[in-house]
C-alpha cells in the first residue's frame, strides 16, 4: 500500500504522459513513440490504483479477469475492424466511455465510504454535484453515440428525425436536468439520482436523432469532446489527477475537431446541432431541372489524358472508400509514376465520415503520407496541374460555393478543382451529392465525366496506361 | 483560512484544458483518426474508478450493487484501453513515408 501523496504523484505522471501522447501526434514520426507514451501512462495509472488499494483480496482477481475479458474483446475488434469502419468503431468507443462513467458514478453514489465521499444519504455536497454532472454527461455521451453508430453502420436511416416542437422540448428536458441535479443534492434522494440518469439518456437520443449522416464527423467529435468532460466530472468526484488532466485534454480536443468540421463545411456550429441538414433535397435541385450538356468519357481516354500529364491531382472522397478503391486507385498512381507524372492527393477537411478518415484509407493503401496534401497546401497548384481526378468525392469541388450567394454551401472552402487543364470525375450518375445541389463541375468545357463504378473504372484506367 | 482542494483541482482541470488547446492545435490533419481513437483509450483511464468501485465490496462478499457496477466499468473501460491504443498502434504503422528505392 502506497501513501496517497505518492499516488497523487504517480498519476500527474501518467497525466503528464498522456499529454506527450497526443503531443506526437504533431507529426507521422514522432506519432508511434506517442502511442507508447499513453500506453505507460496507463499502466502506471492502474498499477497505482491497486496499490493504493492495497486490496489483493479475492475482489482482485476478478478485477484482473474483467480487464482481461473488456482486454481481448477490445482486442479482437482493434485487429479486426476494416479501416472503412473507423467512424463507427470510434462512435462505439465513446459510448462505451460514456457507460463506464456511468457505472462508476452509480457505485460510488451506492457505496460512497468505498471513495471517502461520504456515507450514504449524506453524500459531500461538492462530491454529489461532480457525481451527478458526470453521471448525465456520461449518459448524453453513452446514448448520443449509441445513435451516432446506428446511423454510421445503416442500421439506423441516415437522413434526420424531425418532428414539431423538438427543440423546445429538448430546451425543457436540459433544464429539467440542472433542476434534477440542484433537487438532489439537497435531498440527496436515490430516486432522483435515477431519474437524473433516465432523462439524460433520453436526451442524448434526442440530441443526435435530427442530426443527418453527412454531419457525422460533427457529431463524432462532439461525442469525443463529452466523453472527455465525463471523465472529468468523475476526475473531480474521485479527486484523481489523471482524470481531470486526461478529461480536459479528450474535451478541448473533442471540441476543437467540432470546430475544425464545422467550419470545413462553413456551418455554424449551432446548425448543425439543431440539426434538419439535407432534409430540404428538393428544393434546389428542382431549379436546375433543364438538361445542360455533359461531356463523358470511358476509362481509354482518361488514360490518354493522363499519360500526356506531366503532373496530376488526386481528389478521393468518401464514395472511394464506398466502392474500396483505394488499392486500385494507388496501382494507377504506381504506374503513371513510372511514367514520370507527378502525383499528389488532396484531401479536404470534411472528406470521409470523420476527422482524417482518408488520410488513414490513403496510408491503408501504402499511399505516401508526403503525397497527401490537405486544402491550404494545395489548392493554388489546381491551376498549374493538368489532370484532376476526381474519385467519390462531390460537394466539396463544387465551384458554386465559390460563385452563387444563393447556394446553401455558399461559403464552404472548396477544392479549385476547375482550375485544372482538364478534370476527370467518376461518378455513377449526375445525381446531386449530400447537400442536394447540382455541381457546376459537371458543365464545365474541360470536364470528362467518367459514368462507372469508382473501383471498376480506376483499374480499366490501369489496363489502358 | 485554508484553501479547498477543490480550487487546486480546478486548477488543473482549467490548465489542461488550455495545455489540450494548444497540443491539438499542434496535431497534424491528416492523425485526426488516430488521435480520435487515442483519446478514447487515454479517457478510458476512468478505469481507476471502476477499480477502486470493484474493490469496494468487503472480503466476506465481493459482490456487492456497487462493486458489480464496478466490475461492468472495468470491462467497458478495458475493451476501450485495448481496442484504442491498439487499432491507433495499427493506424499509426500504415503512416509511411515515399520510398526513396522504385519497386
Redesign the interface.
Known sequence: MISANLSAIF?LV??VL??L???G????ET??Q??FF??I??II??T???LS?G?F????V??LI??????????F???R?P?TA?PE??AG??S??G???V??A???F??P???NLGNPGNIKL?SLIEMSIGAAVGAITFSGSVIAFLKLQGLMSGSPITFKGQHPLNAIILISIIVLIYLLCSTQSSNLFWILLAVSFLIGFLLIIPIGGADMPVV??ML?SY??WA??G?????????????????????A??SY?MCKGMNRSFFNVILGGFGATDEKSSASSKEQRPVKSGNADDAAFLMKNASSVIIVPGYGMAVAQAQHALREMVDTL??NDIKVSYA?H?VAGR????M??LL??A?V?????F?LEEINNDFANADVAFVIGANDVTNPVAKTDPQSPIYGMPVLDVEKCKSVLFVKRSLSPGYAGIDNDLFYKENTLMLFADAKKMTEDITKNL | MEID??IF?LS???L??F???Y???????????????????????????????????N?DS?F????I???????????????????????????????KD?K
Open positions: 498519476y501518467s497525466g498522456f499529454i501522447a497526443l503531443r501526434l504533431s507529426s507521422p506519432s508511434r506517442g502511442n499513453g500506453i501512462g496507463m495509472a492502474v497505482v490504483t491497486f488499494t486490496n483480496s479475492s475482489g482482485f476478478y478485477v474483467f480487464i482481461l475479458v473488456g482486454g481481448s474483446i477490445g482486442a475488434i482493434a485487429y475492424i479501416m473507423m468503431l470510434v468507443f465513446h462505451l466511455v457507460l463506464a462513467a457505472f462508476v452509480i457505485s460510488a451506492l457505496n465510504e468505498a471513495f461538492g463524432i467529435s469525443n466523453s472527455g471523465a472529468a468523475i476526475g473531480f468526484t474521485l479527486e484523481n489527477t489523471a482524470l481531470i488532466i486526461t478529461g480536459a485534454l479528450v474535451g478541448s480536443s473533442g476543437i475537431l475544425i509514376k513510372k484531401i477537411p470523420m476527422p482524417g478518415h488520410n488513414v496510408a491503408e501504402n505516401p503520407y508526403d503525397e497527401v490537405e | 482542494p477543490l483541482r488543473i482541470f482549467i489542461s484544458i495545455v489540450g488547446y497540443v491539438v492545435w499542434s496535431v497534424t490533419p491528416s492523425l485526426h483518426t488516430p488521435l480520435m481513437s487515442v483519446t478514447n483509450a487515454i479517457s478510458s483511464v476512468i478505469i481507476v474508478g471502476a477499480i477502486i468501485a470493484g474493490l469496494s465490496g472480503p465481493v456487492s450493487t456497487s462493486s457496477f464496478g466490475f461492468l466499468a472495468i470491462a467497458l473501460a478495458a475493451i476501450n484501453i485495448f481496442g484504442g491504443f491498439l487499432v491507433t498502434q495499427r493506424m499509426l504503422a500504415m503512416y509511411k513515408k515515399k520510398k522504385k
